[in-house]
């Protein structure tokens, strides 16, 4: 029962490199979410997906990319990673018709 | 667009006393309310959720909530409070289309005194 699983937990990068988030989930979930957490901010939502193939912008999309090739799978990435970038990123699965989303442990990515 | 308001940063209690966290809510229908709770380098657990019936709703580790429509609010309570509660509470509103996402309040820490 992994649940979802996010990879890596922690990374640094330097201004202006390039990395990606996977999240991954093993429920069959239709829904899957990117959130990034800052003090005193709470989750704001990056980008999401309702299936396989599709993507959206959530409320702070700007800097990032996603793809959903596979059902299972959300990529989050940072083309040009900026020390505003610097968070801890969540992602979450939902299932069509279910009211509860599951979350990953998170990602806590530093830029310097 | 909705929203969540949860309008105290901080909260200190001590152990034993009772607990009540605010959290107001914008939405057009009938919301989805969650409260989730995150310990220190934690991920989200889910205390307890609303979306229809019993407006008074019981979650996990004695927490419960109660929704009022007529104050667009979900309040989090707790009769006895443990030192094991200190963490950050988050009260979120949940969409029932266009991606069924979760807006979340901004959160409140909650300081346990021995």
């Known amino acids: 029962n992994a649940g979802v699983t996010q990879t890596p937990k922690f990374r640094v990068l330097k201004t202006g490199q390039s990395m990606t988030l996977l999240c991954a989930q093993d429920?069959?979930?239709?829904?899957m979410y990117w959130y990034r957490q800052d003090p005193g901010m709470g989750l704001r939502l990056i980008h999401y997906s309702v299936g396989e193939g599709t993507t959206a912008k959530g409320e702070v999309p700007d800097g990032y990319n996603v793809s959903r090739l596979k059902k299972q799978n959300f990529l989050l990435g940072l083309e040009s990673a900026a020390p505003s970038q610097t968070s801890v990123y969540f992602c979450?699965?939902?299932?069509?018709?279910?009211?509860?989303?599951?979350f990953g442990q998170g990602t806590r990515l530093t830029v310097v | 667009a909705q929203s969540v308001t949860q309008p105290d940063i901080h909260i200190t209690v001590s152990e034993g006393a009772s607990l009540e966290l605010r959290c107001n809510y914008s939405y057009g229908a009938t919301p989805y309310l969650f409260w989730y709770v995150q310990s220190p380098g934690q991920g989200l657990q889910l205390l307890l959720k609303?979306?229809?019936?019993?407006?008074l709703v019981q979650g996990i580790k004695g927490f419960e909530a109660e929704f009022k429509r007529s104050q667009s609010s979900f309040n989090l309570r707790k009769p006895s409070v443990h030192w094991s509660d200190a963490a950050e509470y988050f009260c979120a509103v949940g969409s029932t289309g266009g991606g069924n996402k979760l807006t979340f309040g901004t959160g409140t820490q909650l300081k346990v005194e021995l």
């Open positions: 979450a699965s939902l299932g069509q018709g279910n009211t509860e989303a599951f």
């Open positions: 609303y979306f229809s019936g019993d407006t």
């Open positions: 429920m069959n979930h239709e829904y």
